[in-house]
């Protein structure tokens, strides 16, 4: 019998648990009304999802998350 490798490649997250927290977080905020966007927190109130999402992903890139880099527009 032929011993078969896997070739298959590791995965990686492209995540890291402390940014998954710091999304949960935000996400938690925005439901209770809290999460604030802008600098300091002066803006509006958030009422999107996606605008939650963000929020948490850079306060996440902040703190030295791993978390990819924002892409450039």
Known sequence: MA???SLRKK???KYGEAA???V???MRREKR???RSGKGGKGGKVTSREQA???G???ARKKGAKVPMKKAS
């Open 3 to 5: 011993v078969r490798k």
């Open 11 to 13: 995965s990686t997250r």
């Open 20 to 22: 998954s927290k710091s």
């Open 24 to 26: 949960e977080s935000a």
């Open 33 to 35: 009304g809290t999460l």
């Open 53 to 55: 999402i963000a929020i």
């Open 57 to 59: 992903l850079s306060e």
